[in-house]
């Protein structure tokens, strides 16, 4: 991977950060496992609960996952498809 194609990675993530709001849904390309249990499942729609941006400028989400009463941590890259709500203004 040479150091466009990084750019570019690094621009669309930002793009999907400051896209996506709190009660938006996304949806992950592959399937994330915490301890050997599948918190997210591709192709299913999770709530976005919680948007975080580190003092380094790491930037994630919080989100519903597949077990009740806990959530997940994602990042941008992982996101394969999103719906927009409306319920939230863009920051």
């Given at each position: 991977m040479d150091n466009s194609d990084l750019?570019?990675?690094i621009i669309e993530a930002d793009?999907?950060?400051r896209e996506i709001g709190i009660g938006d849904f996304v949806q992950i390309e592959d399937a994330?496992?915490?301890q050997g249990v599948e918190l997210l499942t591709p192709g299913t729609e999770y709530m976005v609960l919680v948007r975080q941006k580190s003092a380094t400028g790491l930037q994630s989400f919080v989100?519903?996952?597949n077990i009740?009463?806990?959530t997940a941590v994602?990042?941008?890259h992982l996101?394969?498809?999103y719906t927009c709500t409306g319920n939230?203004?863009?920051?």
């Open positions: 750019s570019e990675l793009f999907l950060w994330i496992f915490d989100t519903e996952s009740e009463g806990r994602i990042y941008p996101i394969c498809n939230q203004a863009l920051s």
